[in-house]
Antibody, heavy 115, light 107 residues
Framework: QVQVVESGGGLVKPGGSLRLSCTAS????????MNWIRQAPGKGLEWLSY????????HYAESVKGRFTISRDNSKFSVFLQMNNLTAGDTAVYYC????????WGQGTLVTVSS | DIQMTQSPSSLSASVGDRVTITCRAS??????LGWYQQKPGKAPKLLIY???SLQSGVPSRFSGSGSGTEFTLTISSLQPEDFATYYC?????????FGPGTKVDIK
């Protein structure tokens, strides 16, 4: 069955960096573009970024443009989110999700930005 | 960017009630809208895609309708497991945007 699993979250200081990973299984990974979404504590969902199956196309929300970079390695069935210059406002659970309908989500990984 | 609004922001209902949630887009998005259910501490789950298509495995009491700028999610007979927060998402253009959510709780 389709499964995506995020990892890489943790506690990081303001100004620091973190790289999240999302590993997929149960479908032809390279055929799908993948998304990152986050949810701050007690808040709603915020779409962050997408990458096409071939990595040719990417898009970002304004809130993370220039600080976050999405990438993927189809040979490892994985998508990544490199997060730089983190602030307290980036504290959230980060999810990856499949395709334009976001039809399958991982369980999320918590990123806490605090000194 | 396309702004998504949802109404109501919360509602209280009883088991067996018919519940309708509305989502509006600030500009036309054709039928490029999904509805998601999220329970506390869990990831969102896709219920409806393409505005009105039921995702595989989702009970038929959930239905979606609409096109353009106005969309609805209907739960025909609310069940105990349906108490959750519901979000709409437009994927017509980047950046994708979610509605602020509708929390459905027990009356």
């Amino acid at each position: 069955q389709v499964q995506v699993v995020e990892s890489g979250g943790g506690l990081v200081k303001p100004g620091g960096s973190l790289r999240l990973s999302c590993t997929a299984s149960g479908f032809k990974f390279s055929d799908y573009y993948m998304n990152w979404i986050r949810q701050a504590p007690g808040k709603g969902l915020e779409w962050l970024s997408y990458i096409s199956g071939s990595s040719r196309y990417t898009h970002y929300a304004e809130s993370v443009k220039g600080r976050f970079t999405i990438s993927r390695d189809n040979s490892k069935f994985s998508v990544f989110l490199q997060m730089n210059n983190l602030t307290a406002g980036d504290t959230a659970v980060y999810y990856c999700a499949r395709g334009n309908s976001l039809d399958s989500w991982g369980q999320g990984t918590l990123v806490t930005v605090s000194s | 960017d396309i702004q998504m609004t949802q109404s109501p922001s919360s509602l209280s209902a009883s088991v067996g009630d018919r519940v309708t949630i509305t989502c509006r887009a600030s500009q036309g998005i054709r039928n490029e809208l999904g509805w998601y259910q999220q329970k506390p501490g869990k990831a969102p789950k896709l219920l409806i895609y393409a505005a009105s298509s039921l995702q595989s495995g989702v009970p038929s009491r959930f239905s979606g309708s609409g096109s353009g700028t106005e969309f609805t999610l209907t739960i025909s007979s609310l069940q105990p497991e349906d108490f959750a927060t519901y979000y709409c998402l437009q994927h017509h253009s980047y950046p994708f945007t979610f509605g602020p959510g509708t929390k459905v709780d027990i009356k």
